[in-house]
């Protein structure tokens, strides 16, 4: 069986996140050191070799990303640690920020010294309490050693909107307003927090970079999947016997993770589909699931990465109430400021609704596909355009349950 | 009233400050009255009416007064297979109210949310932000007895 490579998840359980102390004699911060070393444009070179990809959904290369805002001249520059974590069934950032707060510190640091930025945000969900104690308590001890030198952090907490994790949402959040998403472009690196160029990233993202700085860019180049590499971390959810999170390089296959790791299916029954990537990732039938989980590998059978999350559904569900469920927090989270969303989740609710009721009929199966390749052109920002994926996913792979439904 | 003034006054020099008020604010009394708005638009220097569209916004912030311990049951679909209907089922009639209900004695309000990030064990709720994993419905008594 496929064994879990532990990267970013290195010190799990090894060192008490509570002292930076123990950080420190695990290695800590020599990234940060060797970084500041070196010139600027250099550790940009070492990151775009590497090959890291946004562990938070779209999988832009990191280094090119910091090369943009690297080559702006401006008085002022931020990075931005997007620890926003809403998509449903995911906690993988948690884990990193509860258990190595300052692995997330140190990368954000060596950003800050890549592209010349001083003043660092972490953005952390409202729902993590303890995490904004931790890393708090993590970026007063790094402080008072000196270790930041002159990179500030301050952690700023989110209060409860799933589109706050859409990047430019995520600023405008940061600078006090609704989180509304901006029309792009430009793109955050170019003019982003109070106009200024800026890099968000993940928090698995950031915990990433130490060990690129540390280990080199062809090491990390070298683990997983070609153009994709690296390890991603995974959370499990739903019918499967070990609800747990794992590591595992990128060429991990999704049978691998559902039956190895995960141990299978509960009460022996039989697998159904697996959603990845969290709630608006594409549903995956059991033909597909020899797949590797890489970004670009997923992207061929019309499936994501996303976030990392796996939802397991067994023979016995109802999908499409279970999408039902899923086109609820759509309308829900819908920030309401471009149309496309506000109407089309909306509608795309209330028909499925009408399917789940077993009040539909095929016209309105074949109109909800309309209305989403509508969404996935039309949307402002990727919620309303991802919106759509499982029900078109479920309609494509599982139709037969959907007529089943409709009169 | 002075009293929400002295909450927000901190956070009028941290930039983008205003949520950051309302955090403090709700953390007192677990809603942001129409006087607390008020007041941190003066204090931020933004019309009310923007102020008013930040407190709306977020679903963390309320601007109806809510009971002293917020329940959040999780509805996110990992949680909705695992049977979140029937911990609502259990909430409801232990507490006798309905989602988005306050109890008569200003205890309890019950609230629907989606994924707290607390899935290892589901269905989730959440009380005064501090997570049940795998709740199932005979426990609700149990846990709601930690907060008599
Ligand atoms: C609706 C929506 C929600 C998102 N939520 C998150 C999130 O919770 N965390 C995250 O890192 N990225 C999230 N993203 C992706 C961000 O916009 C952005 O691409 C990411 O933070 C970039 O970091 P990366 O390159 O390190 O992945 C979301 C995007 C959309 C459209
Ligand atoms: S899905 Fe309910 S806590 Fe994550």
Redesign the interface.
Known sequence: MAEELRLVLKNFGKINPLKVEDYLSAGGYKSLEKARSMNPLEVVEVMKKSGLRGRGGAGFNTGQKWFFAHNIQADEKFVVCNADEGEPGTYKDRIIMENDPHIVLEGMAICGHAIGATQGYIYCRGEYPGVVDTLNTAIAQAKEKGLLGDFNIEVRMGAGAYVCGEETALIESIEGNRGEPRFRPPYPPVAGLWQKPTIVNNVETFANVAQIIEKGAEWFAGIGAKSFPGTKVLTLTGDINKKIFIEVPTDTTIKEVVFGFGGGIPDGKKFKAVQIGGTSGGFIPEEFIETTIDFDSMRKIEATLGSGAVFVIDETRDIVDVVTRIAKFFEHESCGKCAPCREGTMRVHLLMDRINDGKGSQADVALLKKLSRVMASACLCGLGQAAPTPVVTTINHFGMDYHAKVQ | MAEFKEIIMPFKNT??????A??AVQKKINYLPENAIIDAAEV?GIPVK?AY??AT?????SIKPRGKYIIRIC????C???GAAEIIASLERELGIKIGETTGDGKFTMEL??????????PVI?IN?KPYAGVTPQQVAEILAEYE
């Open positions: 930039p983008g400050g205003i949520i950051q309302f955090h931020f923007e569209g930040v916004f977020y679903s963390y912030f509805e996110s679909a990992p909705h297979v695992a949310t989606e994924c707290v990030g607390q899935c290892q064990a589901t959440t932000g």
